[in-house]
């Protein structure tokens, strides 16, 4: 079998299913200023130097994001795979062909595929009412106790949707997403970026988030939010009053990450008093709006100004932010 043969089968095996085709969009570009000392990282791969932002301005059901975070996950672990079948059948090939050669239309064929990656994509949600349970209570969470979620009612009632529970695929115990809440799903390789295990991108989200809520600019822009995050010994960002304000989760797959981190803006707090936030029973929440009463901040406001902060982090230099409604996920 010839090498243009063998890539053609290859291709025809793993083509990327379930890219979404995306409706009307608002698009932008941002250069972010990376003279600052924030940056962790920086890409390695060609593709790794612009992140795509697509920010939803409408409030989605949750099970909704976790689909259009998945479409994108599968999307750059099919190309992971494809990848490493090339290289795989590439080394059995010249094993047992030692006198196999590439002619050059098969070289630029392989060089292409080998060069293929999809961009790191950040999706900002604002979500209606939802518990999700991480997988560290995913074996003991019982029905009882979803039927408990699901029937709570807020002491401000700012959503017609009653909230559900959905367990999913991230670190953590139980968290809550819902309206006046900014959640961000980081979909990106690991691999991309120099020396930048999870542990350094758990990490580089924290300090995100940090800036985030230091920095903003509000009052049109003549003042700051100046909001002062910690860290403590638990995964996320609290206040000086000790407060937690933002929290953690995230996935890894063969260093493709998935979900990542919501910041309170403005939502109903007895939502997360509700339950025992982190495990831990004295942690409190709070939020933007509890912590600056005097300022009128919304959810897009702080999606923007996290994902500029990441891409610091990352040592990106471009974000390109698309502002959709909806997506649809029919292929």
Same mark, same amino acid.
């Given at each position: 079998? &010839?090498?243009?043969?063998?890539?053609?089968?290859?291709?025809?095996?793993?083509?990327?299913?379930?890219?979404? /085709?995306?409706?009307?969009?608002?698009a932008f570009s941002y250069a972010t200023d990376l003279?600052?000392?924030?940056?962790? $990282?920086?890409?390695?791969?060609? &593709?790794?130097?612009?992140? /795509?932002?697509?920010?939803? $301005?409408? /409030?989605? =059901?949750?099970?909704?994001?976790?689909?259009i975070q998945e479409k994108f996950a599968k999307a750059q672990l099919d190309i992971k795979e494809l990848h490493a079948k090339i290289r795989r059948r590439l080394i059995k090939l010249r094993e047992e062909n030692v006198n196999t050669t590439i002619n050059d239309s098969e070289k630029q064929v392989i060089n292409s595929i080998l060069s293929m990656k999809p961009n790191p994509i950040i999706l900002t949600f604002e979500f209606d009412p939802t518990y999700t349970g991480g997988k560290r209570i995913k074996k003991t969470m019982t029905q009882e106790q979803i039927a408990r979620?699901?029937?709570?009612?807020? &002491?401000? !009632?700012i959503s017609? !949707?009653? =909230?559900?529970?959905?367990?999913?695929?991230?670190?953590?115990? !139980? $968290?809550?997403?819902? =309206?006046?809440?900014? !959640?961000?799903?980081?979909?990106m390789d690991l691999k991309s970026f120099h020396n930048f295990p999870a542990r350094f991108f758990v990490s580089g989200l924290e300090e995100s988030v940090i800036r985030t809520l230091k920095y903003l600019k509000i009052d049109d822009g003549r003042q700051l939010l100046n909001i002062d995050g910690k860290l403590t010994g638990e995964t996320g960002v609290w206040t000086v009053d000790e407060k937690k304000i933002a929290s953690l989760g995230i996935n890894v797959r063969r260093s493709v990450t998935s979900h990542g981190v919501s910041i309170n803006v403005n939502p109903d707090l007895s939502y997360m008093t509700n339950f025992e936030m982190c495990g831990l029973p004295d942690v409190l929440p709070t939020s933007i709006e509890e912590q600056r009463p005097d300022v009128s901040i919304n959810v897009q406001n702080v999606a923007v100004k996290f994902v500029n902060e990441l891409a610091k982090t990352l040592g990106v230099s471009t974000v390109e932010r698309m502002q959709l409604d909806d997506i649809n996920l029919e292929v």
């Amino acid at each position: 079998m &010839s090498f243009g043969l063998l890539f053609k089968n290859i291709l025809n095996k793993n083509e990327l299913k379930g890219v979404p /085709r995306v409706g009307r969009v608002q698009a932008f570009s941002y250069a972010t200023d990376l003279s600052s000392s924030t940056r962790k $990282t920086q890409p390695v791969d060609e &593709s790794a130097k612009a992140i /795509r932002h697509l920010q939803f $301005t409408k /409030r989605l =059901p949750f099970e909704k994001g976790l689909q259009i975070q998945e479409k994108f996950a599968k999307a750059q672990l099919d190309i992971k795979e494809l990848h490493a079948k090339i290289r795989r059948r590439l080394i059995k090939l010249r094993e047992e062909n030692v006198n196999t050669t590439i002619n050059d239309s098969e070289k630029q064929v392989i060089n292409s595929i080998l060069s293929m990656k999809p961009n790191p994509i950040i999706l900002t949600f604002e979500f209606d009412p939802t518990y999700t349970g991480g997988k560290r209570i995913k074996k003991t969470m019982t029905q009882e106790q979803i039927a408990r979620f699901e029937s709570f009612v807020p &002491s401000r !009632v700012i959503s017609d !949707v009653m =909230p559900k529970f959905v367990q999913v695929e991230r670190g953590g115990q !139980v $968290t809550y997403h819902g =309206p006046g809440q900014m !959640v961000a799903y980081i979909i990106m390789d690991l691999k991309s970026f120099h020396n930048f295990p999870a542990r350094f991108f758990v990490s580089g989200l924290e300090e995100s988030v940090i800036r985030t809520l230091k920095y903003l600019k509000i009052d049109d822009g003549r003042q700051l939010l100046n909001i002062d995050g910690k860290l403590t010994g638990e995964t996320g960002v609290w206040t000086v009053d000790e407060k937690k304000i933002a929290s953690l989760g995230i996935n890894v797959r063969r260093s493709v990450t998935s979900h990542g981190v919501s910041i309170n803006v403005n939502p109903d707090l007895s939502y997360m008093t509700n339950f025992e936030m982190c495990g831990l029973p004295d942690v409190l929440p709070t939020s933007i709006e509890e912590q600056r009463p005097d300022v009128s901040i919304n959810v897009q406001n702080v999606a923007v100004k996290f994902v500029n902060e990441l891409a610091k982090t990352l040592g990106v230099s471009t974000v390109e932010r698309m502002q959709l409604d909806d997506i649809n996920l029919e292929v």
